[in-house]
């Protein structure tokens, strides 16, 4: 299995600001099969980026993904007030899928 | 527009079992692998299971392999998970989601509670 890790936990940010997630995996992952997913409370998660570099429909600019192999990143260029919510990163390429631990991104 | 529509949840003593459903539309069911993803209370996400178009090819997450099974009825457009022998750490939200490279598509979730 391969296991994923998030870094940060949490994160502390103020509008307008860059943030930059991480997400480390254990082995290769191959063809770059990771996606980024954000999650608000109360609601179902949203996808963000998969392939690791590929927006979804209808995904603003802002966020983008980037890294291949072990070591990914998602950042959000500018901040925005409903930017603040948790973020996890999941590998589809080797069964079982696993996402990561998440990062909270808060306000500061 | 894509909509996937979870039921079956509810509460269940420890042991009992419970068949989750997912409703399909707005997209053809049979052309896409299908997944279950679950979030137990103020916890993070967890891949359960996921199966191929036709149903030839699943995969479970360790802790589930031999008590949740995962099937799809494409002509229903419908997806299911069984749950057998449910443990009290079983207790979570259960989402079914689309996949094409990415869970492109998330239901809204059914809770599942299991009473110890």
């Known amino acids: 299995e391969i296991v994923v890790t998030q870094s940060p936990g949490t994160q502390s940010l103020s509008p307008g600001e860059r943030a930059t997630l991480s997400c480390r995996a254990s082995?290769?992952?191959?063809?770059?099969?990771l996606a980024w997913y954000q999650q608000k409370p109360g609601q179902a998660p949203r996808l963000l980026i998969y392939d690791a570099s590929t927006r979804a429909t209808g995904i603003p600019d802002r966020f983008s993904g980037s890294g291949s192999g072990t070591d990914f990143t998602l950042t959000i260029s500018r901040l925005e007030a409903e930017d603040f919510a948790v973020y996890y990163c999941q590998q589809y390429a080797t069964a079982p899928d696993t996402f990561g631990q998440g990062t909270k991104l808060e306000i500061k | 527009e894509v909509q996937l529509v979870e039921s079956g949840g509810g509460l269940v003593q420890r042991g009992g079992s419970l068949r989750l459903s997912c409703a399909a539309s707005?997209?053809?069911?049979?052309?896409?692998?299908m997944n279950w993803v679950r979030q137990a209370p103020g916890k993070g996400l967890e891949w359960v299971a996921n199966?191929?178009?036709?149903?030839?090819?699943?995969n479970y997450v360790d802790s589930v392999k031999g008590r949740f099974t995962i099937s799809r009825d494409n002509a229903k457009n419908s997806l299911y998970l069984q749950m057998n022998s449910l443990r009290a750490e079983d207790t979570a939200v259960y989402y079914c989601a689309r996949e094409d490279s990415g869970l492109h598509n998330w239901g809204q979730g059914t809770l599942v509670t299991v009473s110890s």
């Open positions: 707005g997209f053809t069911l049979s052309r896409y692998w």
């Open positions: 082995q290769s992952v191959s063809s770059d099969r």
């Open positions: 199966m191929n178009q036709d149903g030839s090819e699943k």
